[in-house]
């Protein structure tokens, strides 16, 4: 407590008598103090009033102005955000839109080809039914005709061949009518 008196003392004496030279430095000379203080608020009231009327109204302005498009700023994402949703999820919707599509075609072009080709196959089962008659038909014909062919070349070989050997002609429609009733027998082995 002692110290705290005796630095107290110590700096009011240095603050009146010990720092001020009577022939120094103005500033320390208690007679000049009042003249100091009057131009120290001069000088820090037009100091306050300069910065009260012209700087503070424009720094203010400046940090509305920043707070307003910081605002619109916001605002304006805000709007960006809302309308990337909505496309958003209409490009989720046309993709859902397409895919069903896709789907659909893929499935109608499934069943028109499937159809196509049973249609094919049934006209060509038809065409291939249709020829294996015809043959047939043309094979029985075939046969029937290489029978009749068959029966005349017998009845001509044979005739030849008994004119041969018995030596006078034989009536020809006996040889045919043998050679039918030979050709009758094997021909029902065949159709």
Do not use: C
């Not at 820090?44 to 940090?63: A, D, E, G, Q, S």
């Not at 008994?162 to 009733?181: H, L």
């Amino acid at each position: 407590m002692k110290i705290l008196l005796v630095s107290v003392i110590v700096f009011l004496y240095f603050t009146f008598y010990g720092l001020s030279a009577e022939e120094g430095m103005p500033q320390l000379n208690p007679e000049f103090w009042p003249s100091q203080v009057f131009w120290l608020i001069i000088t820090f009231t037009l100091l306050y009033i300069v910065t009260w009327k012209f700087i503070l109204p424009k720094i203010t302005n400046n940090l509305e102005d920043r707070k307003a498009k910081i605002v619109d700023d916001l605002n304006e994402a805000q709007k960006f955000k809302e309308e990337t949703e909505i496309k958003l999820t209409e490009y989720k919707k046309i993709i859902q839109q397409s895919k069903q599509d896709a789907e659909k075609i893929y499935s109608d072009g499934r069943k028109k080809l499937e159809n196509d080709i049973a249609n094919k196959r049934k006209k060509i089962e038809k065409e291939i039914e249709q020829e294996i008659s015809n043959l047939e038909r043309n094979i029985y014909k075939f046969k029937i005709s290489s029978v009749e062919h068959v029966e005349k070349i017998v009845t001509e070989i044979s005739s030849e061949v008994t004119k041969k050997i018995i030596g006078k002609e034989v009536n020809s429609s006996n040889v045919s009518a043998i050679a039918k009733d030979i050709s009758k027998k094997n021909l029902e082995k065949y159709l």
